[in-house]
Protein backbone atom coordinates (compact mmCIF):
# COMPACT_ATOMS: atom_id res chain seq x y z
CA UNK A 1 0.00 0.00 0.00
CA UNK A 2 1.27 3.48 -1.16
CA UNK A 3 1.93 5.98 1.75
CA UNK A 4 1.51 10.01 1.62
CA UNK A 5 1.78 12.80 4.36
CA UNK A 6 -1.29 14.30 5.58
CA UNK A 7 -2.98 17.10 3.18
CA UNK A 8 -1.22 20.71 4.18
CA UNK A 9 -4.39 21.83 6.30
CA UNK A 10 -3.86 19.01 9.06
CA UNK A 11 0.53 20.00 8.33
CA UNK A 12 2.31 22.39 10.41
CA UNK A 13 3.00 25.61 9.82
CA UNK A 14 5.27 25.59 6.91
CA UNK A 15 3.26 23.18 4.90
CA UNK A 16 4.92 19.96 5.84
CA UNK A 17 4.06 17.36 8.08
CA UNK A 18 4.64 17.41 11.93
CA UNK A 19 7.77 15.18 12.78
CA UNK A 20 5.82 13.63 15.13
CA UNK A 21 2.63 12.84 12.15
CA UNK A 22 3.05 9.09 10.64
CA UNK A 23 2.42 8.73 7.14
CA UNK A 24 -0.92 7.89 6.00
CA UNK A 25 -2.28 5.39 3.74
CA UNK A 26 -3.70 6.65 0.51
CA UNK A 27 -7.17 4.89 -0.44
CA UNK A 28 -8.96 5.16 -3.94
CA UNK A 29 -11.61 8.01 -2.62
CA UNK A 30 -11.60 11.75 -2.84
CA UNK A 31 -11.39 14.41 0.19
CA UNK A 32 -14.59 14.04 2.71
CA UNK A 33 -16.06 16.98 4.44
CA UNK A 34 -17.22 15.72 7.07
CA UNK A 35 -20.16 18.21 8.59
CA UNK A 36 -22.47 18.20 11.58
CA UNK A 37 -24.86 20.78 13.38
CA UNK A 38 -23.23 21.05 16.51
CA UNK A 39 -20.53 18.73 18.36
CA UNK A 40 -22.47 18.90 21.79
CA UNK A 41 -24.68 21.06 24.02
CA UNK A 42 -23.72 24.68 24.94
CA UNK A 43 -23.28 23.77 28.52
CA UNK A 44 -20.55 21.02 28.09
CA UNK A 45 -22.97 18.24 27.37
CA UNK A 46 -22.12 15.66 24.92
CA UNK A 47 -24.60 13.67 23.03
CA UNK A 48 -24.07 9.88 21.37
CA UNK A 49 -23.04 11.75 18.10
CA UNK A 50 -20.11 13.42 19.71
CA UNK A 51 -19.20 9.71 21.01
CA UNK A 52 -19.33 8.26 17.64
CA UNK A 53 -17.18 11.09 16.10
CA UNK A 54 -14.66 11.01 18.73
CA UNK A 55 -14.60 7.01 18.07
CA UNK A 56 -14.73 7.08 14.50
CA UNK A 57 -13.04 9.96 12.78
CA UNK A 58 -9.47 9.25 13.74
CA UNK A 59 -10.13 5.58 12.27
CA UNK A 60 -11.37 6.93 9.42
CA UNK A 61 -8.08 8.99 9.12
CA UNK A 62 -6.05 6.36 10.10
CA UNK A 63 -7.63 4.37 6.79
CA UNK A 64 -6.18 7.10 4.49
CA UNK A 65 -9.28 8.85 3.80
CA UNK A 66 -8.77 12.52 3.52
CA UNK A 67 -11.02 14.36 5.94
CA UNK A 68 -12.17 18.03 6.96
CA UNK A 69 -14.05 18.41 9.86
CA UNK A 70 -16.53 21.07 10.83
CA UNK A 71 -19.52 21.91 13.02
CA UNK A 72 -22.15 24.52 12.01
CA UNK A 73 -22.06 26.00 15.51
CA UNK A 74 -19.72 27.17 18.18
CA UNK A 75 -17.26 25.44 19.78
CA UNK A 76 -16.93 22.41 22.20
CA UNK A 77 -14.52 21.34 24.79
CA UNK A 78 -14.70 17.65 23.51
CA UNK A 79 -12.99 19.35 20.32
CA UNK A 80 -9.91 18.81 22.46
CA UNK A 81 -10.24 15.07 22.31
CA UNK A 82 -10.16 14.82 18.51
CA UNK A 83 -7.23 17.29 18.46
CA UNK A 84 -5.52 15.16 20.81
CA UNK A 85 -6.17 12.16 18.33
CA UNK A 86 -4.86 14.38 15.52
CA UNK A 87 -7.84 15.84 13.92
CA UNK A 88 -8.67 19.59 13.98
CA UNK A 89 -12.36 20.55 13.28
CA UNK A 90 -13.61 23.51 12.37
CA UNK A 91 -16.41 25.17 13.98
CA UNK A 92 -18.42 28.03 11.88
CA UNK A 93 -20.08 28.97 15.24
CA UNK A 94 -23.26 30.14 13.09
CA UNK A 95 -26.33 31.07 14.10
CA UNK A 96 -29.37 28.70 14.03
CA UNK A 97 -30.26 29.81 11.52
CA UNK A 98 -27.76 32.12 9.53
CA UNK A 99 -28.13 31.87 5.50
CA UNK A 100 -24.73 32.44 4.69
CA UNK A 101 -23.44 29.20 6.73
CA UNK A 102 -23.89 27.36 3.34
CA UNK A 103 -22.16 29.52 1.47
CA UNK A 104 -18.85 29.42 4.06
CA UNK A 105 -18.83 25.57 4.05
CA UNK A 106 -18.99 25.55 0.13
CA UNK A 107 -15.86 27.65 -0.22
CA UNK A 108 -14.01 25.91 2.38
CA UNK A 109 -15.04 22.12 0.60
CA UNK A 110 -14.14 24.17 -2.64
CA UNK A 111 -10.35 24.96 -0.90
CA UNK A 112 -10.02 21.52 0.13
CA UNK A 113 -10.68 19.75 -2.96
CA UNK A 114 -13.88 18.22 -1.00
CA UNK A 115 -16.04 15.67 -3.40
CA UNK A 116 -17.77 14.50 -0.91
CA UNK A 117 -19.95 15.61 1.70
CA UNK A 118 -20.99 13.66 4.74
CA UNK A 119 -23.58 15.16 6.86
CA UNK A 120 -25.61 14.26 10.09
CA UNK A 121 -28.36 16.57 11.97
CA UNK A 122 -31.20 17.96 10.53
CA UNK A 123 -29.29 20.97 9.68
CA UNK A 124 -26.00 19.79 8.88
CA UNK A 125 -27.84 17.29 6.25
CA UNK A 126 -29.47 20.79 4.35
CA UNK A 127 -26.38 22.90 4.96
CA UNK A 128 -24.42 19.80 2.99
CA UNK A 129 -26.96 19.57 0.32
CA UNK A 130 -27.61 23.16 -0.07
CA UNK A 131 -22.98 22.89 -0.38
CA UNK A 132 -22.57 19.85 -2.71
CA UNK A 133 -24.99 21.83 -5.10
CA UNK A 134 -22.96 24.61 -5.18
CA UNK A 135 -19.66 22.99 -5.67
CA UNK A 136 -20.82 19.75 -7.87
CA UNK A 137 -20.33 17.15 -4.90
CA UNK A 138 -22.01 14.08 -4.13
CA UNK A 139 -23.73 14.13 -0.35
CA UNK A 140 -24.00 11.01 1.97
CA UNK A 141 -26.36 11.53 5.06
CA UNK A 142 -26.22 9.93 7.67
CA UNK A 143 -28.97 9.67 10.19
CA UNK A 144 -28.84 8.65 13.38
CA UNK A 145 -32.12 9.33 15.23
CA UNK A 146 -35.93 9.41 14.37
CA UNK A 147 -35.79 13.09 14.97
CA UNK A 148 -38.49 14.09 12.41
CA UNK A 149 -37.13 17.47 10.26
CA UNK A 150 -40.95 18.74 10.46
CA UNK A 151 -40.18 22.18 8.56
CA UNK A 152 -37.29 21.24 7.17
CA UNK A 153 -38.90 18.62 4.98
CA UNK A 154 -39.81 20.99 2.41
CA UNK A 155 -36.13 22.23 1.97
CA UNK A 156 -34.58 18.66 2.30
CA UNK A 157 -37.08 17.60 -0.20
CA UNK A 158 -35.95 21.12 -2.66
CA UNK A 159 -32.31 20.18 -2.84
CA UNK A 160 -32.31 16.82 -2.63
CA UNK A 161 -30.41 15.22 -5.50
CA UNK A 162 -30.71 11.56 -7.43
CA UNK A 163 -27.34 11.09 -6.47
CA UNK A 164 -27.78 11.39 -2.82
CA UNK A 165 -26.95 8.75 -0.78
CA UNK A 166 -27.76 7.64 3.01
CA UNK A 167 -26.57 5.77 5.91
CA UNK A 168 -28.71 4.67 8.48
CA UNK A 169 -28.04 3.22 12.25
CA UNK A 170 -30.70 0.89 12.11
CA UNK A 171 -32.99 -0.46 10.16
CA UNK A 172 -35.65 1.41 12.47
CA UNK A 173 -34.47 4.25 10.99
CA UNK A 174 -34.44 3.35 7.41
CA UNK A 175 -37.81 4.40 6.44
CA UNK A 176 -37.83 8.18 7.77
CA UNK A 177 -34.69 8.28 5.64
CA UNK A 178 -36.77 7.79 2.46
CA UNK A 179 -39.79 9.53 3.49
CA UNK A 180 -38.44 12.88 4.90
CA UNK A 181 -34.91 13.39 4.12
CA UNK A 182 -35.92 12.16 0.69
CA UNK A 183 -33.10 9.60 -0.61
CA UNK A 184 -34.05 6.73 -2.87
CA UNK A 185 -34.41 3.93 -1.58
CA UNK A 186 -31.66 1.81 -3.52
CA UNK A 187 -28.90 4.37 -1.96
CA UNK A 188 -30.02 3.65 1.66
CA UNK A 189 -27.41 1.46 3.87
CA UNK A 190 -27.85 0.60 7.13
CA UNK A 191 -24.34 0.86 9.14
CA UNK A 192 -25.24 0.25 13.01
CA UNK A 193 -22.85 2.22 15.34
CA UNK A 194 -19.65 0.15 16.35
CA UNK A 195 -17.92 0.71 20.20
CA UNK A 196 -14.15 0.48 21.14
CA UNK A 197 -15.18 -3.11 21.98
CA UNK A 198 -12.04 -4.29 23.76
CA UNK A 199 -11.63 -0.98 25.56
CA UNK A 200 -14.82 -1.23 26.94
CA UNK A 201 -13.88 -4.90 28.34
CA UNK A 202 -10.57 -4.19 29.60
CA UNK A 203 -11.77 -0.62 31.48
CA UNK A 204 -14.56 -2.65 33.06
CA UNK A 205 -11.94 -5.53 34.27
CA UNK A 206 -11.47 -5.88 37.69
CA UNK A 207 -13.28 -2.33 38.01
CA UNK A 208 -16.33 -3.34 39.80
CA UNK A 209 -14.68 -3.47 43.55
CA UNK A 210 -12.90 -0.37 42.73
CA UNK A 211 -15.70 1.82 41.53
CA UNK A 212 -18.13 0.83 44.18
CA UNK A 213 -15.25 1.64 47.08
CA UNK A 214 -14.80 4.80 45.07
CA UNK A 215 -18.47 5.59 45.13
CA UNK A 216 -19.57 4.52 48.28
CA UNK A 217 -21.25 1.83 47.51
CA UNK A 218 -21.90 -1.16 49.76
CA UNK A 219 -20.73 -5.12 48.39
CA UNK A 220 -23.28 -6.68 47.37
CA UNK A 221 -25.81 -4.18 46.89
CA UNK A 222 -28.10 -4.48 43.32
CA UNK A 223 -26.59 -1.38 41.20
CA UNK A 224 -28.63 -0.23 38.18
CA UNK A 225 -27.73 2.54 35.94
CA UNK A 226 -29.61 4.90 33.34
CA UNK A 227 -26.52 6.38 31.03
CA UNK A 228 -27.25 9.50 28.59
CA UNK A 229 -28.41 13.46 28.49
CA UNK A 230 -31.11 13.87 30.73
CA UNK A 231 -33.45 14.82 28.32
CA UNK A 232 -37.49 13.82 28.21
CA UNK A 233 -36.74 11.74 25.41
CA UNK A 234 -34.94 9.08 27.37
CA UNK A 235 -37.32 8.39 30.01
CA UNK A 236 -35.56 9.71 32.76
CA UNK A 237 -38.72 10.68 35.43
CA UNK A 238 -40.72 7.59 34.03
CA UNK A 239 -37.76 5.22 35.38
CA UNK A 240 -37.87 7.44 38.68
CA UNK A 241 -41.37 6.34 38.79
CA UNK A 242 -41.23 3.42 38.68
CA UNK A 243 -38.11 3.14 41.42
CA UNK A 244 -40.34 2.28 44.33
CA UNK A 245 -41.61 -0.67 43.45
CA UNK A 246 -38.37 -2.11 42.30
CA UNK A 247 -37.28 -0.84 45.51
CA UNK A 248 -40.50 -2.62 47.67
CA UNK A 249 -39.37 -6.22 46.07
CA UNK A 250 -35.48 -5.26 46.13
CA UNK A 251 -35.03 -2.87 49.05
CA UNK A 252 -31.43 -2.27 48.57
CA UNK A 253 -31.07 -1.14 44.68
CA UNK A 254 -29.26 1.71 43.52
CA UNK A 255 -29.43 3.85 40.77
CA UNK A 256 -27.07 5.47 39.52
CA UNK A 257 -28.16 8.33 37.28
CA UNK A 258 -25.02 9.02 34.67
CA UNK A 259 -25.42 12.18 32.46
CA UNK A 260 -26.22 15.59 32.51
CA UNK A 261 -29.57 17.89 30.84
CA UNK A 262 -32.28 20.26 31.21
CA UNK A 263 -33.93 17.11 32.99
CA UNK A 264 -31.61 16.96 36.49
CA UNK A 265 -33.22 19.63 38.69
CA UNK A 266 -37.00 18.02 37.82
CA UNK A 267 -35.46 14.66 38.22
CA UNK A 268 -33.67 15.45 41.51
CA UNK A 269 -37.12 17.28 43.35
CA UNK A 270 -38.90 14.31 41.85
CA UNK A 271 -36.46 11.36 43.44
CA UNK A 272 -36.88 13.68 47.12
CA UNK A 273 -40.91 13.57 46.55
CA UNK A 274 -41.20 10.10 45.68
CA UNK A 275 -38.75 9.75 49.24
CA UNK A 276 -36.30 7.63 47.12
CA UNK A 277 -33.60 10.29 47.32
CA UNK A 278 -31.30 7.12 48.96
CA UNK A 279 -31.77 4.78 46.37
CA UNK A 280 -30.52 7.24 43.37
CA UNK A 281 -27.35 8.72 42.87
CA UNK A 282 -27.04 11.41 40.27
CA UNK A 283 -23.10 11.48 39.10
CA UNK A 284 -23.41 14.50 36.05
CA UNK A 285 -21.19 14.31 33.51
CA UNK A 286 -18.33 11.68 33.30
CA UNK A 287 -15.55 10.94 31.36
CA UNK A 288 -15.23 7.34 32.65
CA UNK A 289 -18.52 5.98 31.59
CA UNK A 290 -16.35 2.12 30.37
CA UNK A 291 -15.61 2.17 34.40
CA UNK A 292 -19.03 3.24 35.53
CA UNK A 293 -20.54 -0.03 33.79
CA UNK A 294 -18.04 -2.28 35.67
CA UNK A 295 -19.99 -1.08 38.90
CA UNK A 296 -23.30 -2.20 38.06
CA UNK A 297 -25.78 -5.14 37.07
CA UNK A 298 -28.13 -3.67 35.07
CA UNK A 299 -28.44 -1.10 32.40
CA UNK A 300 -32.16 0.65 31.90
CA UNK A 301 -33.48 1.99 28.72
CA UNK A 302 -36.58 3.43 29.54
CA UNK A 303 -36.29 5.78 26.34
CA UNK A 304 -39.06 6.88 24.14
CA UNK A 305 -37.18 7.08 21.19
CA UNK A 306 -33.44 5.94 20.28
CA UNK A 307 -32.07 5.43 16.71
CA UNK A 308 -30.10 3.19 17.81
CA UNK A 309 -28.89 2.99 21.47
CA UNK A 310 -25.23 3.46 21.90
CA UNK A 311 -25.25 2.97 25.66
CA UNK A 312 -26.64 -0.05 25.25
CA UNK A 313 -24.38 -1.37 23.20
CA UNK A 314 -21.63 -0.11 25.39
CA UNK A 315 -22.93 -2.35 28.14
CA UNK A 316 -23.34 -5.47 26.08
CA UNK A 317 -19.51 -4.97 25.37
CA UNK A 318 -18.83 -4.15 29.22
CA UNK A 319 -20.85 -7.44 29.60
CA UNK A 320 -23.19 -5.93 31.50
CA UNK A 321 -27.37 -6.59 30.65
CA UNK A 322 -29.69 -4.13 29.15
CA UNK A 323 -33.80 -3.76 30.19
CA UNK A 324 -35.04 -1.50 27.48
CA UNK A 325 -38.47 -0.22 25.64
CA UNK A 326 -38.49 -2.12 22.36
CA UNK A 327 -38.53 1.13 20.25
CA UNK A 328 -36.29 2.31 17.70
CA UNK A 329 -33.35 0.23 17.09
CA UNK A 330 -33.33 -0.87 20.68
CA UNK A 331 -34.68 -4.37 19.37
CA UNK A 332 -31.86 -4.43 16.89
CA UNK A 333 -29.40 -4.20 20.32
CA UNK A 334 -31.44 -5.86 23.06
CA UNK A 335 -32.41 -9.98 22.27
CA UNK A 336 -34.95 -10.65 24.65
CA UNK A 337 -34.14 -13.28 26.80
CA UNK A 338 -30.53 -13.44 25.59
CA UNK A 339 -29.09 -10.28 26.75
CA UNK A 340 -31.35 -8.68 28.64
CA UNK A 341 -34.89 -7.94 28.77
CA UNK A 342 -37.19 -6.46 25.95
CA UNK A 343 -40.29 -4.49 27.24
CA UNK A 344 -43.14 -3.27 25.61
CA UNK A 345 -43.45 0.27 24.79
CA UNK A 346 -44.81 2.86 27.88
CA UNK A 347 -45.47 -0.19 29.77
CA UNK A 348 -44.00 0.94 32.93
CA UNK A 349 -45.18 -1.92 35.00
CA UNK A 350 -43.59 -4.34 32.63
CA UNK A 351 -40.55 -2.44 32.75
CA UNK A 352 -40.31 -2.77 36.17
CA UNK A 353 -40.91 -6.17 36.47
CA UNK A 354 -38.41 -7.28 34.09
CA UNK A 355 -35.70 -5.16 36.40
CA UNK A 356 -37.02 -7.33 39.44
CA UNK A 357 -36.80 -10.19 37.86
CA UNK A 358 -33.63 -9.89 36.47
CA UNK A 359 -32.12 -8.82 39.68
CA UNK A 360 -33.43 -11.28 42.01
CA UNK A 361 -32.04 -13.94 39.40
CA UNK A 362 -28.44 -14.36 39.32
CA UNK A 363 -28.44 -17.34 36.85
CA UNK A 364 -30.48 -15.09 34.61
CA UNK A 365 -27.98 -12.37 35.04
CA UNK A 366 -25.13 -14.58 34.32
CA UNK A 367 -26.35 -15.84 31.28
CA UNK A 368 -27.16 -12.55 30.21
CA UNK A 369 -24.03 -11.39 30.94
CA UNK A 370 -22.81 -13.71 28.24
CA UNK A 371 -25.33 -13.14 25.42
CA UNK A 372 -24.27 -9.32 26.20
CA UNK A 373 -20.58 -10.38 24.85
CA UNK A 374 -21.43 -12.25 22.22
CA UNK A 375 -23.91 -9.88 20.87
CA UNK A 376 -22.04 -7.45 21.19
CA UNK A 377 -19.53 -8.74 18.77
CA UNK A 378 -21.73 -7.30 15.89
CA UNK A 379 -20.64 -3.85 17.21
CA UNK A 380 -16.73 -3.90 16.54
CA UNK A 381 -15.98 -0.26 15.62
CA UNK A 382 -13.04 -1.63 12.77
CA UNK A 383 -15.89 -3.59 11.29
CA UNK A 384 -18.18 -0.24 11.38
CA UNK A 385 -15.27 2.12 9.77
CA UNK A 386 -14.90 -0.40 6.72
CA UNK A 387 -18.90 -0.26 5.92
CA UNK A 388 -18.86 3.35 6.32
CA UNK A 389 -15.88 3.38 3.73
CA UNK A 390 -17.74 1.34 1.21
CA UNK A 391 -20.66 3.97 1.86
CA UNK A 392 -18.28 6.45 0.36
CA UNK A 393 -17.67 4.00 -2.25
CA UNK A 394 -21.16 3.79 -3.12
CA UNK A 395 -21.97 7.38 -2.96
CA UNK A 396 -19.46 8.51 -5.03
CA UNK A 397 -19.41 5.81 -7.43
CA UNK A 398 -20.68 7.19 -10.99
Same mark, same amino acid.
Given at each position: ????????? +??????????????? !???????????? *?????? *??????? @????????????????? /????????? +????? %????????????????????????????????????????????????????????????? +??????? !?????????????? @?????????????????????? !????????????? %???????????????? %????????????????????????????????????????????????? %?????????? &???? &????????????????????????????????? /???????????????????????????????????????????????????????????????????????????????? *?????????
Amino acid at each position: MRLALEPGR +HAGPDGTAPLDAPPR !PIIDLPPVMVLA *DHFGYA *DGVRHGV @TTYLVHVLPLLARAGVD /LTVCFLRAP +HAAAA %ELRALGIRPVFFDAGKWDPTVALRVAALARRNGVRLLHATGIKGTLVARIAARLIGARTLL +HVHDLND !PGAVNVLQRLFAQP @TDAAVCVSEAVRELTVSRYHVT !PARVRVARNGVPL %EALRSAGAGARSRVRA %ELGIEPGRPVLAIVGRMHPVKGHRALLRMLPTIVRSCPRALLLVIGDGP %ERAACEALAR &SLGM &SQHVRFLGRRVDVPRLLGAIDLLLMPSQSEGLG /LAAIEALAAARPVVAYAVGGLPEVVVDGLNGRLVPPEDPEAFAAAVVETLRDPGKRFSYARGAVSSSRRFGLQAHVQRLI *DCYRMTVAP
